[in-house]
């Protein structure tokens, strides 16, 4: 699944392409795209079209079109789930659709095109009331550290009472969303940090890092048009970003730490992996079950 920094290069382009357009026609193909609606894909395209998009937001890593309609406060929005494949691609109405182009949204204004495209097929659509702004089914996701309204030291005095290891704490996005398998990974070589280590014992300075170096690695991310790692992750006019080329843990095993020069080690984590220095960051001896 894309995090921080690829949900926000979408929303950027989104944002620059739809906000304040009317939908004209919406096409959603087949149930998969839909299945998160409970009414089916041709309730949800009925009930898309004539609606304004007045504009498009993002929490962490859950991205979101508002959708109101001719001078009126925005009172629902289409929740867009990108999955572990899934795209949204801006062209013009004559350009041929790419293959798994499971939904269309064309503008009263004849202009581009929005494309849903989803190889896999793990993303799509749903609608959800907004509530404060805020899809009510995404309500209970944290803050992400670029929020301006994040309080970095409440974060930190939550994480400080969970006795789970700090990666663990990290990607549970009802503490801070955002981070994700990569970018804690990277945040916690930055802090010299072990994953497993307890989020308990750490001292709040050492957990403030931990979110500082966070929030710096997907800025840096985010100046780079965010990871890719094969052409599936791109922002709506096709691009990669290029972040990969400067990853210094994640999927670095085997190769020398930047940092020490000692071989990176690649360690089972839930159902993913850990990459971490053994040198920069000592595991602990008794691992949280």
Not at 9 to 34: K, S, Y
Not at 226 to 234: I, K, Q, R
Not at 238 to 245: C, K, M, N, Q
Not at 250 to 267: D, H, K, L, V
Request: some cysteine.
């Amino acid at each position: 699944m894309p995090e921080l920094p690829e949900v926000e290069v979408v929303r950027r382009g989104l944002a620059g392409h739809v906000a304040g357009r009317t939908v004209a026609d919406a096409e959603i193909r087949g149930h998969r795209v839909a299945r998160r609606h409970v009414a089916g894909p041709q309730d949800l395209a009925d009930r898309l079209r004539g609606r304004v998009i007045t504009g498009a937001h993002r929490r962490g890593k859950y991205l979101w079109l508002a959708l109101g309609d001719q001078d009126a406060v925005p009172d629902e929005a289409l929740i867009v789930h990108l999955g572990m494949s899934g795209q949204m691609l801006v062209a013009g109405p004559g350009v041929p659709e790419p293959k798994h182009t499971h939904a269309r949204l064309s503008f009263t204004d004849g202009g581009d095109e929005l494309r849903f495209v989803d190889q896999r097929t793990f993303g799509g659509f749903a609608l959800a009331d907004l509530v404060d702004g805020v899809p009510t089914t995404i309500a209970h996701i944290a803050l992400d550290p670029f929020d301006p309204a994040y309080d970095r030291a409440a974060v930190i005095a939550d994480i400080r009472r969970r006795r789970s290891g700090i990666k663990r704490v990290l990607l549970n996005q009802s503490v801070v969303s955002g981070i994700g398998n990569i970018y804690a990974d990277e945040a916690l070589w930055r802090a010299g940090i072990h994953g497993e280590r307890l989020a308990s014992r750490l001292t709040g300075p050492a957990i403030g890092r931990v979110l500082d170096h966070a929030r710096d690695v997907m800025s840096d991310a985010l100046e780079q048009g965010g990871t890719s790692f094969d052409a599936l992750y791109v922002n709506v006019n096709g691009a990669s970003g290029y972040f990969d080329r400067s990853l210094s843990a994640y999927g670095q095993e085997g190769r020398p730490c930047p940092r020490c020069g000692t071989t990176m080690r690649r360690e089972q984590f839930m159902n993913r992996s850990s990459t971490s220095c053994p040198r920069c960051q000592v595991r602990p001896r008794r691992i949280p079950g």
